[in-house]
């Protein structure tokens, strides 16, 4: 019954069709009418009464009105032949007018009187109705299936009844399919433009169209699935025949018709299988069927339908590659070079931005999409987006599997390396090929570290493929099977197609010049050093060593020539930049792969300092930031082997070793470079040398002491108070190398660079000499000799020095940074005193377990007051107020002390002693004062407390 009823279904459909053309037909007499008697009642209108002495005028327009009223056929007849009526039918390319605009144009009053200069408003397109999507859309979307349905169930009828063979049912299902098919074409041709503009994604003559393609796909599979009708061969041609049919029917049907034929043919591989499955057949037939799509894509300018073609290639190129028992890289390799010359050539081809239709506009003031307001934005949002990133990516990931899947698929690596370049190739000459630029890039240094680093995707790079085995045989390893070779040429073809990509692009897209600058070197550079790294000899490598050179100096080269050629023109700098760190890049790659040791790290240097003597021959920006990279890959060096020669061969000799050279000659020529750019107008390089050399400085002369302490050894030792001490008076002395280098030559590298070395240096007093390499604590020994002992190098002398220190910033510098030197070198003064104290009743050992004498601490009350008196008199030498505020709190601390230790711990005369030499002391302090006060101008408000220091 159900069968019945789809074909009443559609007879009803075709007679609705035909009544509605005959309607229409009516519908354009009608209008036709009407507008003879609106012209009629405009010439007897008030308008023409009124002109009545101007009868020849009247005539003449009457006249030239008449041959449009004869000429006028009907609301249809503004198209422009048979070939755009086509196109408006069976859903290409929009109308040049839309249908609203030329019904308005037939019914309004005619406006070619008006003045030219006044625009004629583009009526607003109404929404479509709720009415409108049921009767005219969904009635034609699920008509459509019905019919598919339709021929389905009848097949189905006819099995389960049994009234025919199969042969027979197949036969008619076919007929029906055709005939389908037929009446599409029928309607297609018959159908008014009007409906067709109007509904485009609902056109009848493509849905009937549809139908038929699907019920002949199922008729031929079912054949040969089911029946076995059809061998495979026959049953493959004919899904082929189907599925081309369809795609050459979307020319004149639209877009949906020829996704529907590419996902046919995509299937068809899919559901015919043979015994001797055949990779030549396989992507031969996906080839044509991709190259049918463009082409189709291309005559109708297409964008979804390219796309999927492309996803479906990528989809059946993977599931080649990983499932397959047996992959051969020849069929994959040429459809890999299909799709780009297919893209190059054909769709999108030399496509612009102009050649893309806009979408229209559907307000009453149309607007054109905004265009992208930078030369990036429009970069990156190229014409016909989906169709280039699709592509690249159907040829990007197979290349990355094939380098995945090297040595087990053979010559999979030369595979990966074309297709690599044929993606460069096009990103080279396509201006839209951002993408695929992009993807090559990644690709080729992601295939690279597979193939080398990553093999097997496993992250030990000396990964093998086998185990090892009991017989004794040995397993094959994966880096021995890659091609140095090869990747060499890979590197070298990809830098020859970046700087013709740059010559290219720069004539017209700057933009996509200056990304391809930086690809050019970027990624030559990270093939060849992934190369060295991973199968060079580290020591020693002549063959990486010298196409390093050479690749560099070429980049220098092509850095003079696009220099010369570009001074005037915008993103010349960039080309400039990437162009000579490449360079630079490879040269010190080369310096790597010939030297080692002592000699890579001072060529580094020397190549920094080369660069800013260039300046004086070139002009060039990114010169002096060559010294600046060179000193970080030197510290870098540093940081990875501090011996720069390696432990075993590291001289013991004090100072004169490999250290002096290693550290103080990049340091001594950081200085250089600083001074040579002078008067460079950049300040940011300048000051960023001069912080770098006088960190190097500091380096160098840390790490010789550490050797020399160390017994000409360095390791990882926690180092004594006698090493740190030493390190803190470095660093005093380079804060006041620092403050006279910015007095004689004002620099913020030095003005603040001094003050922050001083502030770290006072934070390391704090933590180390009090409290982590503090003898009290340690019970470090200080030595046999009294004063000339580990105290006085420990506090002694930084205190001393941070006194001198305080005393040269002394209006020099922000008050309380000097506050804060002064207040140091009096803490290690009293530390001093204190463990000197200590070190007398206890010898060289003053360790916190041994406890304190009663005339320990007798002695510690007397020495604290003598140390606050003498502060107090340097205090009052040198105008300080900050010493003398200090020596008031070492009285203070003195007081606390007698008060409560000496109190409750002393005995005897010790405790009376105690008390009358604090007593005394106080009363000389009061003394003294006031001798100072009455000394001054003998004004009663005592103005020196109050005086600054």
């Given at each position: 019954m159900l069968e019945i009823l789809t074909l009443v279904a559609f007879g009803l459909a075709l007679y609705t069709l035909n009544a509605s053309r005959t309607s229409a037909q009516k519908i354009s007499e009608e209008v036709l009418r009407l507008r003879r008697e609106v012209e009629a009642l405009k010439a007897a209108g008030p308008v023409a009464a009124a002109e009545a002495g101007k009868a020849d005028d009247v005539a003449t327009a009457d006249a030239a009105d008449e041959p449009e009223q004869k000429t006028f056929e009907g609301p249809w007849a503004g198209t422009t032949g048979e070939l755009e009526k086509g196109r408006a039918i069976f859903g290409g390319a929009p109308a040049e007018e839309a249908p609203e605009t030329v019904a308005a144009s037939e019914t309004a009053p005619d406006v070619s009187a008006a003045p030219a200069a006044t625009p004629v408003a583009t009526p607003a397109k109404p929404r479509e109705s709720f009415e409108s999507r049921i009767g005219a859309r969904w009635a034609v979307w699920v008509g459509g299936v019905a019919l598919a349905l339709g021929g389905i169930f009848m097949v189905k009828y006819s099995i389960e009844a049994g009234l025919l063979s199969p042969a027979v049912r197949l036969s008619l299902a076919a007929v029906f399919g055709l005939l389908l098919i037929a009446v599409g074409e029928f309607v297609r041709r018959r159908t008014q433009p009007l409906i067709a503009n109007a509904f485009q994604n609902a056109m009848i003559p493509g849905v009937l169209t549809a139908a038929g393609a699907l019920t002949l796909f199922a008729v031929t599979y079912v054949s040969y699935a089911v029946y076995g009708y059809f061998g495979p061969l026959t049953a493959f041609v004919l899904l082929a025949v189907v599925s081309f049919g369809t795609i050459g029917l979307s020319l004149l049907h639209g877009q949906a018709l020829a996704g529907l034929g590419l996902l046919a043919s995509m299937l068809t591989p899919a559901l015919v299988s043979t015994e001797n499955p055949s990779a030549w057949g396989l992507f031969g037939f996906l080839g044509i069927a991709w190259l049918a799509t463009f082409a189709a894509a291309r005559i109708r300018r297409w964008q979804a339908v390219p796309a999927l073609a492309n996803a479906g290639m990528l989809m059946w190129t993977l599931l080649y590659l990983t499932q397959a028992s047996y992959v051969d890289v020849i069929p994959v390799l040429l459809t890999m070079l299909l799709l780009a010359l297919g893209h190059g050539l054909l769709w999108p081809g030399s496509v612009t931005a102009e050649d893309v239709p806009r979408p229209a506009a559907t307000s009453a003031t149309p607007t054109p999409p905004a265009s992208p307001s930078t030369a990036l934005d429009r970069l990156?949002?190229?014409?016909?987006?989906?169709?280039?990133?699709?592509?690249a990516l159907a040829m990007a990931f197979p290349?990355?599997?094939?380098?995945?899947?090297?040595?087990?698929i053979a010559h999979g690596e030369y595979a990966f390396a074309a297709i690599v370049l044929a993606l460069a190739v096009l990103g080279t000459l396509r201006g839209w090929a951002i993408y695929p630029a992009l993807l090559s890039a990644i690709a080729a240094v992601g295939g690279v570290m597979k193939m080398t680093a990553l093999p097997g995707g496993l992250?030990?790079?000396?990964?093998l493929i086998e185990p090892p085995t009991l017989d004794g045989a040995q397993p094959v390893s994966v880096l021995g099977m890659v091609p140095v070779n090869l990747l060499l040429v890979l590197a070298v073809a990809y830098a020859a197609v970046g700087l013709v990509a740059v010559r290219l692009q720069g004539r017209g897209e700057r933009a996509f010049a200056a990304i391809w600058s930086i690809l050019a070197p970027a990624v030559p550079f990270a093939i060849l050093a992934v190369s060295f790294l991973t199968l060079g000899n580290l020591s020693f490598d002549p063959k990486h060593g010298l196409l390093a050179i050479v690749l560099g100096l070429v980049f220098f080269a092509a850095a003079e020539m696009f220099s010369r050629e570009s001074e005037a023109q915008d993103g010349a700098d960039v080309t400039q930049w990437a162009f000579v760190a490449g360079g630079f890049a490879f040269l010190v790659l080369?310096?790597?792969?010939?030297?080692?040791g002592l000699a890579t790290t001072l060529g580094i240097a020397v190549l920094g300092t080369i660069a800013v003597f260039a300046t004086r021959l070139r002009r060039w920006p990114v010169l002096p930031w060559l010294m600046a990279a060179a000193a970080m890959l030197v510290a870098g060096r540093i940081a990875w082997e501090p011996t720069i020669v390696g432990a075993a061969n590291l001289s013991k000799t004090p100072v004169f070793n490999q250290l002096l050279a290693g550290y103080g000659i990049p340091a001594a020529l950081l200085a250089l470079s600083a001074f040579e750019l002078r008067r460079w107008p950049g300040e940011r390089i300048r000051n960023l040398l001069q912080a770098l050399a006088s960190l190097f400085v500091l380096l160098t002369a840390a790490i010789l002491v550490r050797h020399g302490m160390n017994g000409g050894v360095l390791d990882s030792a926690v180092p004594t108070l006698g090493e740190q001490a030493t390190y803190t008076l470095l660093i005093i002395g380079a804060s006041a190398v620092m403050m006279s280098l910015d007095l004689k030559s004002p620099s913020p590298v030095f003005r603040y660079g001094s003050m922050v070395v001083g502030v770290l240096s006072v934070l390391s007093v704090l933590s180390a000499h009090f409290i982590g390499l503090n003898p009290y604590f340690t019970g470090e020994l200080l030595g046999k000799w009294p004063v000339l002992d580990l105290l006085l190098v420990g506090y002694l002398l930084p205190g001393l020095a941070y006194g001198g220190l305080a005393l040269y910033a002394r209006h020099r510098r922000p008050l309380p940074y000097v506050i804060m030197l002064a207040l140091t070198a009096v803490a290690l003064a009293f530390a001093w005193v204190t463990l000197s104290v200590r070190r007398?009743?206890?010898?060289?050992?003053?360790?916190?377990?041994?406890?304190f004498l009663q005339p320990e601490t007798y002695a510690y009350s007397v020495v604290w007051l003598l140390l606050g008196v003498m502060l107090l008199a340097i205090g009052s030498k040198f105008d300080s107020r900050s010493i003398r505020l200090a020596s008031a709190g070492l009285v203070l601390i003195s007081v606390v002390k007698v008060f409560l230790v000496d109190m409750s711990n002393l005995e005897g005369i010790l405790r009376a002693l105690s008390f009358i030499g604090l007593g005394a002391v106080l009363i000389g302090i009061g003394l003294f004062y006031q001798k100072i006060l009455s000394r001054k101008s003998g004004t009663e408000d005592a103005a020196e407390l109050n005086a600054e220091a």
């Open positions: 990156f949002a190229p014409p016909l987006l989906a169709v280039s990133l699709t592509g290349a990355l599997v094939l380098a995945s899947k090297v040595p087990a992250i030990d790079p000396f990964t080369a310096l790597h792969a010939l030297t080692d007398y009743w206890h010898g060289e050992g003053i360790a916190d377990w041994k406890g």
